[in-house]
């Protein structure tokens, strides 16, 4: 029976609760919403009866796969609500950003400080330096007003204005701090590693009985965070990523047997690497995390690679960071961690480019690696058109869960719409491409590479 | 009680019943799909029994809003089928774009293409010239044998390789030229118009009991047509539009009082409209069709400018071409229409510009409004890399619908997946941008105008 | 004999004497000038000893064309001088920005306060708003303190930070006002008109005996200002009509019997057109107003247009606005000037559309002339590479010429290198096209046009 | 004294003679041009009588420096001559490129292809594969038919549609070859290797009383040929440079202490990297060949950089490959050498990015180091447009040259235009950025690093 996921909709849900996806709140929002007021009560959402989208939407065949006798599980949808729980005028507002950059940072900042004070009236934001380590007080990092004239024009840079850091930082250090800053919620921009910061610190804030919010953006240039199904610069980056594809196909054509090898991000999915692929329309081979990068044998990665430039005169070669790690193990070498938290990779790129040379060589044949990686390039570049709407989007529903008092959430994306989802949810697992799935499928049918080497 | 649309997300879509959704087969599809041969059965959909998207996904309130007595309502996936319903060895395949230009036409024909003649093995496909007017035969237009080497570049340029034109044809005399050129699945691209011609080709078929498919691909760079959530080059369309906004922003920053005036597309929708203004961040007032445009009073447009150039000292206005009808019709004249049968718009562009230049003019002030209608602009640049992506699933999924011997359908998206619809279904009515739903509400909020003028 | 001039590198010099190459200065330059002290005496020119660049450095055939007996006549070497006339701690400058926008404008006044503030330590620069009229004190504009941290980023932008307006003011009240905002030099960014300006400013200056210095940046995207031979925007202007021109051919290419027409400016001279359709490399044929316009007859426009049609199935026109301007003339009206006193230009542009469409149809076929008209999209961009660089070099060499109390004169370029150049000489003849010189030959091998329509 | 150098215009050509700068031609013009046919004599030049431009044309203070007793040396004008030397019909044309990329490379190819056919009505163009290598026959490579319609859009990507590759080839083996082909001219596109290469191939034919021509074209992304003021690709390289500088800018602002470090092409060179560090006005320090790079000390490197960090927070440094290479020599290790018979550069980037985070880890002070090593992705983009029509008319005066029956020469520029220039000139010295010119000013007054780092 056909199982056919969309992989950039992300579909793997099964068995969730109600509960589970539920929002907790600090406490009742008892204030009107400056923003409601305006909209009209047509376009807000009502506190505690918030729409509600799905988990599942599919029908496999001819079954439906939901149960009407007890309450289907749903994401709430974000939106502003009709009540709020902080005071506007007195209310105080940070935000951080965290790990490695990604297109689209400056416009979230920039977007969430706008729908504070120009739609809720907010006259208190702060922006912390370098990550968490510019919250921690004895770090001796200056925050920045965060003002709409502040940040009217950030947007047109890439990276974030506020800095950032690898790293976590002690939570209760963080927590005391925050409440030195008299900070009512938190905005945290990052990564898993940050998402997990971000529920230590919801969770501390609450043993501590605080009124305190800590919302989450997730940012991940992987894609790779689930119930996500688009991570706010992803399509800058997979667009700047077809402009490396190409150069790569442009020096490979101009080499006897000439081969272009490109190194994208994506540590354990191979999204990145997929939806370049795809946009360049040039690749030949594509090799991701999800599948395993056999070598040898005639349906192997070399022999294709051959075939490919047998037939053609050059091939061009996109490879996820994440992919072949098991080729690359050394034994007896345990491996080895950066700040955050995540294994240290190993080179996969420079690993296949001395392959592929050393392949040639043995069949006394002569052939050019045109070895390109271009992670700077590709995640330090201003949002694209596509993700200035969507990281809007993202920061402005942010600011509408904060108001009203939600926490220890993110603001994610579910059949394309913006719902609210638990942290605990979002960092529970990765989300992969799946190799029988929709995305693969097309990556399959666009490059002529076999579903996998074997 | 709320009401919280996803604009993007076309969901206006109550009380279709299952029949309604279902797609006509010309036959049954006896033969092995050469594509699913290679897949494997784990990525493809089963003839008969495809899986389905639930047409409401949304959970209102506390309410579940399907009743599981009834088989719910949901349309088909698309994606590679198990069998096959034409002899790729044997087929002939035709493609025909219709109407305006719009990014992403060319890669939707070398899509089509390389999925028939290198995912199935089609060896015949013949691209029709100027539109259904190149089907005819005595118009005399040598139809383009296209092959994957002749396509493999196409999408580095804009417009479309088989040329353009409007207007309909005689259909008996269409279905006789296909006949003639013994034309096994026609693949037609173009918007309202041409879907509807689309539907008579296959109804015309039908009637005379031909085994001939005709598939459409919905081309709108006003992303108005029902039942697909993003039309491909609307992407690109916007975002060329950003720079557009843009330029009459610094217009507009470069004189006294100084207003920049920008008309976009968007006929009866102000999807575009909105997106560009998002995504510009640099819109000040957004006008669009789906509101009433009230000019005077101290809530209407031109009091609403004048307070946005009293305080910033230049505005930034995006009409779109739509909006604002009612204030151009001259009493007593007939409303005209164009080739395709569209009712000829007046031009609010030009109208706005007199009408502020007017109105400063009675106040005794200066102004200086710079006017920009770049539609050749917008509507002729290549695909950008998201659209280039997504006129690849398009095209691939067109063909693979052909290939089951589907017909009288399109190629439509559904909370993001790509799904099968009734081309009867989705020219029935046109989609709009709802007034209280997240898009409108998104604009206002980044714009900081009223919801309406009044 | 043959006569070939590089039209790009103006050399229409003949007859000048090194006294009309002479620039004024207010004064002897006694003070020590804090660049040159940074950059050591090999980097500098010393004051009254500049080096020059010959006036004409072409060998007609065999024969010398200088007269070694006499001094040579050549313009000064722009660049920083050994000594200066103002004390940069108690200097004040001022800028202004009149005319039409080009691109680099933000670059050109970035430059000049960096080169002031950063090289000279100037504490005090101002910015004028709105041209002329923002000097006069009546008018009421507040002008803008210009420090390099205000100006760091304006450069990313188009247009022009300080606003910009045409037409004169009184020169009087112009000099009182520069008096009472003790302005010591006034850099003066403009067309051929505020040329004109900064000289009687100059003059009225000498007839009081002020030590204020007047100091040109010519702008012009039509590059037609004599003695210098690119004009700052000029590069990117033309770079931003490539894309308007493909286009117009893409759109062209899309109809039956499709011609695209673009109107690039060039009220007067070509060159905006011939680089754009050079580097274009799709026009088919280019108009400009150095060559007479025939359309009628066998070697006229409309017969040349068809042939190309004829042979390649469409066509791409490029005109410059002034050209073919005798064709529009009306017998017994008057000619009608702008605020700046240029003629107002009718449009050529729709004329051609219009006779294009009538001569198809006189000729019982049917034609499609997509028409562009461009101006704002072209000129509010902001500078590229190319330009970015030039500006800077036009702006520092501007303030070095200051510093030393040059006056009514203006930053030219002569044979590749910056010079100074008399603003009385500059304003005396436009630059234009030469016929049967370098940049139209290969214009006209590029296009395959006849040299002239005759 | 001043010397005043433009660097940009070369000018360090003293003590040439008339005799030196004589191009050799291959016999006599005897055949009417059909180019000169269609533009009137008023646009050719006179076989034997060109137009010349001076060698020199500074005046340096008050003395006149050339000496008219004698004929002033000049070189002689590119462009169409009124007669030709090969019969158009019958005359059979070689291209081939070498050595690396450069954007531009297609352009000229294009052009030359067009002009021959299109302009002299030429029937038979032989495109080479992979450099020189492809010109022999015994490895094989069988050259590709140029038409127009095969080159019509080659341009709009970047690389070599003839493919390239480094190296020479036995001189005899490659004329047996080129007559074997019946080779009329030959235009070698190469820098300093090719164009030794192509002297020696015109050496050869000459030995053996051939008529056949050879035609150098100038390509070099370090831009440092000497008598070309600009080598073809070096605006689109530093274009492209500049975005690359921008990343790392970004990374830099978003790190604790960041520095951002990017190195640019320049062996010996630094003119790429000045452009790219002028046009971005985003580089703190720039390091180039032509100064000594002296790491310690108070005037020192690291010093300035420490003082630029502590100032800015970060910095971004800008370095050519070709500079400090004396701090890289391993004594006791030989020099190595590549295939084109280039020294060996070690890697300064990577020698910098070391040193840089050992000295601030030497401080007790955090810093990190953002190293960018593009090469790849600024040599193969398409030229830009400014490149665009810079090589069209490279291209199409070659082919003027090669009809003319010049040979042993190439195209330069001097003064801004483009000349014939003897291969022998060109290849005696390699044109570099002085120390005191104006461009290394321009330079250092942009960033306000010292003139050197003593």
Known sequence: MSVHDGDQIDRAADGLSPEELGIRAIGPCMLPSPVAHRLGSGSVHFVGAADKVLLDDSVSGETLSTDASTQPAGFELAGPRDRIFFDPRLARFGIVTCGGLAPGLNNVIRGIVLELCLGYGVRNVLGFRFGYEGIVLRHGHVPIELTPDAVAHIHHEGGTVLGTSRGGQDVEEVVDSLQANSISALFA???????????????????????????GIPKTIDNDIAFIDRSFGFVTAYSAAVDVIRSARVEALAALNGIGLVKLMG????????????????ADLVLIPELPLKLDGHHGFLACLERVVERKGHAVVVVAEGAGQDLLNEPGREPQFDKSGNPKLKDIGVFLRDTIVAHYASLGREATVKYIDPSYAIRSVPACPSD????????????????AGNTAMLIGRWHGRFVHVPIELAIRRTRRVSPDGDLWVSVVESTGQPLKFE
């Open 189 to 215: 921009i990052g990564g898993d590693g940050t998402l997990r910061g971000a529920l230590a610190i919801a969770q501390e804030v609450g043993r501590r009985g605080l009124s305190m919010a800590v919302v």
């Open 267 to 282: 540590r354990q999915s191979g999204f990145l690497a997929c939806q370049a692929a795809l946009a360049s329309t040039e």
């Open 388 to 403: 200035s709407v969507y990281c809007w989007n993202m920061a402005r529903n942010a600011v509408h869960a904060a108001m």
